[in-house]
């Protein structure tokens, strides 16, 4: 069975950084496009970032471009989520999801996600 389990948040001071790992199983990691998503109270689930099965081709959110950085290692079936600069408007739920294919979309549509992991917690506090 497929699954994806987060791990790495916590809380930081406004401006400090968080690197969040997404362990995945049961599938054949590398033939699938990844995304992480958050979910802050009270709003709508948004995409951060996306991988391509390589790893060579990211796209990011606006809010986040150049302050986090998404990555891979196939060998070791597991997706990251560097996060630098943090604001307190990062505070959310970060999930792990994986795409229904190879292709990624440039976009987050989250209809394009059909497995999620269970999340973990990022506050940042100012």
């Known amino acids: 069975q497929v699954r994806l389990v987060e791990s790495g948040g916590g809380s930081v001071q406004a401006g400090g950084s968080l690197r969040l790992s997404c362990a995945a199983s049961g599938y054949i990691y590398r033939n699938y496009c990844m995304g992480w998503f958050r979910q802050a109270p009270g709003k709508e689930r948004e995409g951060v970032a996306i991988?391509?099965?390589?790893?060579?081709?990211?796209y990011y959110a606006n809010s986040v471009e150049g302050r986090f950085t998404i990555s891979r290692d196939n060998a070791e079936n597991s997706l990251y989520l560097q996060m630098t600069s943090l604001k307190p408007e990062d505070s959310a739920i970060y999930y792990c999801?994986?795409?229904?294919?190879?292709?990624?979309?440039?976009?987050?549509?989250?209809?394009?996600?059909?497995?999620w992991g269970q999340g973990t917690q990022v506050t940042v506090s100012s």
């Open positions: 991988i391509s099965t390589s790893g060579v081709w990211q």
């Open positions: 999801a994986r795409g229904k294919g190879a292709l990624c979309s440039r976009g987050f549509a989250t209809a394009d996600f059909n497995y």
